[in-house]
């Protein structure tokens, strides 16, 4: 009989600050009114009242077990998860953090009006009107400038877009508060770029760590503990070889970390996905 095993949570000290997602679902079945469904919109599928969004192309759902399951504030993180595939999910790393946002932004907004269709944008016009305003006041900015540079550092301005996209529901990094230091942020990421310029947002989601190199999930972690990923959890962990096959993994239940299981198989669990670990190496499991 396999043993059983207790988890800890794994922390992310630095990653507080980025948050958990911006846009929080509420209770708005209210009076029995069906036009209240629409202030939903990203947290919930409604395009209009009393007619569900169609499904996504991608629903990180599909890949977590008895997601179905989940209470209203994962089910945000799921809709966020979503949200920024359809956004950003097929542009390279070298590019999403590289490019400045007079070409990045380009790029993106094109797909504001097709996450909206999906339901996930509660208002893509402001929406549009934020990344044109981020694309003209910050022409020459990257993405990994907002993420390592002090809030001193950054035009007032520009980190109002930022804060303002953000409350979109769109998980752009935010620069750093006051007194900390930018070295941990700014390692992490040149680690992730030089180890893995090629890889994507969705595919932390859809490539196993069974098929990846251990440099590129030891990135992906470690850009997760400063921040820059840690807004997505799930109560879950990776239960690495703790599959009902001999060698697969399995999610289990546990506090503050996350899990998935991309298919095909559903067997082996996601780049992005936190290891369990125990809360006694030396004991059971």
Known sequence: MKKSRHYRKETHPEGQEEGRTSMTRRAMLTGGSMAALGAMVGCGHTTMPGRPAPKPPFDIRDSVPDAALDDDCLQCIYDTVNRMVLLIGDIAFIDLF???????????????SQAAGYGLLRNPDRVEELAGALQSR??????????????????????????????????????????????????????????????TFQELFTRSKEETPQNVTAAVQSIRIVGLFAWWNNNRCCDRGGGAVPGTDVCVVNTGTWCNLPGPSRSFCSIGSDICVPDNPNGPG
Do not use: H
């Open 98 to 112: 590289g490019l400045p946002m007079g070409s990045l932004v380009p790029r993106i907004a094109p797909r504001i």
């Open 138 to 199: 910050a022409r020459e900015s990257t993405i990994a400038d907002f993420f390592i540079s002090p809030r001193s550092q950054v035009a007032p301005d520009t980190l109002t877009l930022l804060i303002q996209i953000r409350r979109e529901g769109i998980q752009i990094p935010l620069p750093l508060s006051e007194g900390r230091s930018p070295e941990p942020r700014r390692v992490a990421l040149e680690q992730l770029v030089e180890a893995a310029p090629d890889l």
